[in-house]
């Protein structure tokens, strides 16, 4: 069974910059793809990001060249770096584990909310 735990969601300013960290337990880390996942209200949940095993990254369009994900198999982490924030970027963020065999594992996920 593995665990996510994300942090680092808040209030930021549009222009202003999160980092978001989720810290993975309780399975092989290295072995699945990492993604952090958006939902906004009254909205789908949506991909944002993802990294394989090994290393390879993927970013949506809304947010490529603001937002750059990073995974430290030494740590069990994985980060995405937000930059440029914007008003609909508000969402609660969710990071995604998913080994490609079985049902992929959630966090609980963490606000981000852009807003003067």
């Known amino acids: 069974q593995v665990q996510l735990v994300e942090s680092g969601g808040g209030l930021v300013q549009p222009g202003g910059s999160l980092r978001l960290s989720c810290a993975a337990s309780g399975g092989i880390f290295s072995r699945f793809t990492m993604g952090w996942y958006r939902q906004a209200p009254g909205k789908q949940r949506e991909l944002v990001a993802l990294v394989t095993s090994r290393g390879e990254t993927d970013h949506a369009n809304s947010v490529s060249g603001r937002f750059t994900i990073s995974r430290d198999n030494g740590k069990n982490t994985v980060n995405l770096q937000m930059n440029s924030l914007k008003p609909e970027d508000t969402a609660v963020y969710y990071c995604?584990?998913?080994?490609?065999?079985?049902?992929?594992?959630w966090g609980q996920g963490t606000q981000v909310t852009v807003s003067s």
């Open positions: 995604n584990a998913d080994s490609g065999m079985g049902t992929p594992y």
